[in-house]
C-alpha cells in the first residue's frame, strides 16, 4: 500500500501536467495533426478496423464532435465517437467478414456467407455449423498444478501408427509455441519427460482415448502422472484434432512464415492435429484471439537433447527435494537458481532436465561463464541490469493475445503493458553495450541481435503517442497514475476532459480528508490499494496509542493490521466511486488511442521474441557464474574420458555449516565407437 507523507496528500501521485497543464489542453488544437503525423503511415488492414480511416483523421473528427457537442462521457464513448468500431465485434465475440478479411487478417471459408458469425476456434472445422467444442475435466484438483498458462494438447496415432505421438504447447505467458512428434516406447517415456520439462497446468486429449470399454495406455500413464502431482487431465471432441485446421493455423499465426517450418510438419499430422485442439481451447475457454503473424512457433528437436526421465530427476534431486518439495532451495535447481526474470528461470529448470549434448553449445557457455567470471565489470553489470528486466513476455502477449471481451480492466491491462513494452525498450542499448564489449562469439551474436532497426522503430511508435514522463512505478496508486496519463495531452479532447475531472475528484478526496484532520484534531492520511480503492489510515502506535474504540461514530469500515488502523466515511465512498468512474473512462478512451499504434507495433514483434530469447540466455549464464563464484567450482575439460577429483555434492555443499569431504572415487570412461559408458570405481 501506497502511504502519503505526513502532509496528507503526495502530489507527485498527480504528475506535474495533470491539473495545471488539463486547462490548457484545448487552447492549441490545431497541434494535433502535427503531434501525430510523426508516426509511421500504414494501412489498417483488419477487418475489424476501418483502412480508410487513420489516425489523426479520426482524433481530427473526436475534436470536432467534442467542440461541437458536449454530450456525458459515457455517452460520447458508447456512441463510438472516441472510440474504435473494434470495441463492438469484440464484446459481441463474433467478427464480421463483410466483403474483407475477417478480424485480425483470418480469412473465412469461401462456402460460409459473408454475414455469419465467425469462431476462430470452429469454422474450419464444422463448416456451415457453429458448434463449439465441448471440454471436459476428467481429473480436477484443489491444489494448483504446474504453470497456470502452460497447456499441453496430445494426440496419437491409431492402428499401424500406434505409439506415434503428436505434441502442442503453449505457454500463454510468452506466446511460444513448441510442436514436436516422436515415435514412442510402451510406457510413453519421451511424453512423461517432456511433460516434466514444460510443467503444464493441464494436458488435452481426444475424448475418445478416455473409453470406459476400453482407456487408451497413454491416458492411463497421464492418470498415473496425474496422482502424483502431475497435471490436469481435459478431454476435447475427437473432431477437433484435425491436421488440415492445424496446418492452417500454422500458416495463419506463424509469425516467420517462410515455408520452412510448413514443409518440416507437412507430414506431422499429429502435433498437426494436437495443435489445431490446443487453439480450440485456448480460443474458446481462455477467451482470447490470437492475432495472425505473431505467434512464435518452433518445431522440437529432441535429438540435440539428452531426455532425463521422472524418476531419474526425482532421484538426483534435480528440480525439488526427495524428502520434502517443499523445501525449494534444497536442490540442484534451488542452488543454482539466482536468475532475475521468468524466461530465465523457465529456461534453467528446462536445461537441468534436459541438458545439451553437443560439445559446440556446451564450450560456448563455458567460455561466456569464463569470461564474465575473469571480468567482474561485466558480470555485475549484467545482473544489474537483468533485474530491469522484470517480464520481458508482458511486453509480447498484449500484442499477440487479443480478449473477446472488452471492459475497464482489460484496457488497464492494455496501457500497463504498453509502458511495460516502453521501459523494456529502454534497457536494449545498454544490454547491447555489455554484449559489445565481449569477446565471446554467443555474446557477440547477441550484440547482432540487439543491433536491430526495430527497435528504435517501435520506440519512435510509442513515442508518437506516449508520454516522455510514463515509467514503470512500484505502487498501484502511482502505476495507476501513469496510466491515467500515459497518452499525451491534446490529442483526444474527450481524454483531456476525462483526466480533468479525475483530477477534480482526487482533489476533493484531499480536501475531505483535511477537513477531517482538521475536525478531529488526528493525523489521517489518505491511503490507496487496488481492493479499497482510497481510503483513510492512522497511525494507532508511538507514546500517546490510539484505540479503534476512540474513533469518531462517522468512521465506517475499520479494519486494523499491526499499528495502522484502516477506516473510510459514507462521503469518502461517494467520491472514491466517482474517481473510479472517472478513470474506467480515461482507460477506456487511452486503450482506445493505443488500438492504432499496435496495429504499427505487431509486424515489428520478430524483434521483441529474440530480445527475450537472448536475455533468458544470459540470465541463466549469469545465473551459473554467480553459482560458481559462490560454490568455488572449476570448468571441466571434455573428453574421452571423464575422471572427477576432490569432487563434492554441490546441495551438500551449500547446506552444510562445513564443507563434505572432497573425493576422487569414480571415473567415467567413454568408448568412442559404440558411445557405451563404463564405472570404475578406485
Not at 260 to 276: M, P, V, W
Not at 534 to 553: C, E, N, R, T, Y
Amino acid at each position: 500500500m501506497d502511504r502519503p507523507p505526513s502532509n496528507h496528500w503526495d502530489r507527485m501521485s498527480l504528475p506535474n501536467f495533470s491539473r495545471s497543464a488539463a486547462d490548457g489542453y484545448f487552447k492549441q488544437p490545431q497541434s494535433l495533426g502535427q503531434e501525430i503525423g510523426q508516426m509511421p503511415s500504414q494501412s489498417m488492414s483488419r477487418g475489424s478496423l476501418n483502412s480508410q480511416t487513420s489516425l489523426s483523421s479520426e482524433i481530427a473528427q473526436a475534436m470536432a464532435y467534442e467542440s461541437s457537442q458536449q454530450p456525458s462521457l459515457e455517452g460520447s464513448v458508447r456512441n463510438g465517437e472516441c472510440s474504435s468500431d473494434l470495441r463492438p465485434e469484440l464484446e459481441s465475440g463474433s467478427f464480421r467478414d463483410g466483403g474483407r478479411s475477417t478480424a485480425f487478417g483470418r480469412p473465412l471459408q469461401s462456402s460460409l456467407n459473408a454475414n455469419v458469425n465467425y469462431h476462430a476456434a470452429t469454422t474450419s472445422i464444422v463448416g456451415s455449423k457453429a458448434a463449439h467444442p465441448v471440454f471436459s475435466h476428467v481429473t480436477r484438483t484443489s491444489d494448483p498444478r504446474g504453470q497456470p498458462g502452460v497447456i499441453v494438447a496430445l494426440a496419437e496415432g491409431r492402428g499401424n501408427a500406434h505409439g506415434e505421438v503428436g505434441l502442442a504447447s503453449i505457454d500463454l505467458r510468452t506466446s511460444r509455441v513448441s510442436l514436436g512428434q516422436y515415435a514412442d516406447t510402451a510406457s510413453y517415456t519421451k511424453t512423461v519427460c517432456k511433460i516434466n520439462v514444460l510443467e503444464p497446468a493441464m494436458v488435452l486429449i481426444p475424448d475418445t482415448m478416455t473409453s470406459a470399454q476400453r482407456p487408451q495406455p497413454i491416458f492411463m500413464v497421464l492418470k498415473q502422472l496425474n496422482s502424483q502431482g502431475g497435471p490436469n487431465i481435459v478431454t476435447i471432441q475427437r473432431k477437433f484434432y484435425n491436421e488440415a485446421t492445424g496446418c492452417d493455423y500454422v500458416k495463419n499465426l506463424s509469425l516467420n512464415n517462410n515455408g520452412k517450418l510448413e514443409t518440416e510438419l507437412a507430414s506431422k499430422y499429429y502435433c498437426l492435429a494436437a495443435f489445431a485442439a490446443l487453439v480450440a481451447y485456448v480460443e474458446q475457454e481462455r477467451k482470447v484471439i490470437m492475432v495472425n503473424k505473431t505467434l512464435r512457433i518452433d518445431y522440437m528437436q529432441l535429438e540435440d537433447t539428452c531426455l532425463i526421465d521422472c524418476s531419474t530427476a526425482k532421484s538426483l534431486e534435480l528440480i525439488s527435494n526427495a524428502n520434502d518439495p517443499r523445501q525449494v532451495k534444497q536442490c540442484l535447481f534451488g542452488v543454482l537458481d539466482q536468475t532475475k526474470t521468468y524466461a530465465g528461470s523457465r529456461l534453467l529448470r528446462a536445461n537441468l532436465l534436459q541438458p545439451y549434448v553437443k560439445v559446440e553449445t556446451i564450450t560456448t557457455r563455458y567460455d561466456c561463464i569464463s569470461e564474465m567470471i575473469q571480468t567482474e565489470d561485466l558480470f555485475f553489470g549484467l545482473q544489474k541490469l537483468l533485474s530491469r528486466f522484470a517480464d520481458v513476455e508482458k511486453a509480447i502477449t498484449f500484442l499477440v493475445q487479443v480478449p473477446s471481451k472488452e471492459n475497464s480492466k482489460v484496457s488497464e491491462s492494455h496501457i500497463g503493458s504498453i509502458i511495460h513494452l516502453k521501459h523494456i525498450l529502454s534497457l536494449v542499448e545498454p544490454l547491447r553495450d555489455f554484449m559489445k564489449s565481449s569477446q565471446n562469439d554467443l555474446f557477440r551474436g547477441f550484440y547482432d541481435i540487439l543491433n536491430d532497426e526495430r527497435f528504435e522503430a517501435m520506440a519512435e511508435t510509442i513515442g508518437c503517442l506516449v508520454h516522455p514522463e510514463t515509467k514503470l512505478e512500484k505502487g498501484s496508486l502511482r502505476m495507476k497514475t501513469n496510466k491515467c496519463y500515459a497518452v499525451k495531452p491534446r490529442i483526444n479532447g474527450c481524454l483531456d476532459v476525462a483526466r480533468l475531472l479525475y483530477s477534480e475528484s482526487v482533489d476533493d478526496i484531499s480536501a475531505l480528508v483535511i477537513k477531517l484532520q482538521e475536525r478531529h484534531g488526528l493525523p489521517i492520511q489518505t491511503g490507496y490499494d487496488a481492493s479499497r480503492g482510497f481510503h483513510m489510515q492512522l497511525f494507532a502506535g508511538g507514546k500517546k496509542p490510539i484505540a479503534v474504540s476512540d474513533l469518531p461514530k462517522e468512521f465506517i469500515h475499520v479494519t486494523k493490521s499491526r499499528n495502522t488502523i484502516y477506516f473510510t466515511t459514507k462521503d469518502l465512498i461517494n467520491l472514491n466511486g466517482r474517481s473510479l468512474e472517472c478513470i474506467r473512462e480515461v482507460f477506456v478512451l487511452s486503450h482506445e488511442m493505443l488500438k492504432r499504434a499496435c496495429e504499427e507495433l505487431r509486424p515489428l514483434i520478430g524483434c521483441l521474441y529474440a530480445l527475450a530469447e537472448c536475455v533468458a540466455t544470459v540470465d541463466v549464464l549469469v545465473s551459473l557464474t554467480a553459482a560458481c563464484s559462490l560454490g568455488d567450482y572449476v570448468r571441466p575439460q571434455l573428453n574421452e574420458m571423464l575422471v572427477l577429483e576432490r569432487s563434492r555434492h554441490p546441495i551438500l555443499d551449500r547446506l552444510l555449516p562445513e564443507p563434505p569431504i572432497a573425493n576422487n572415487a569414480v571415473r567415467l570412461y567413454f568408448a568412442p565407437l559404440n558411445c557405451s559408458v563404463r564405472i570404475n570405481e578406485n
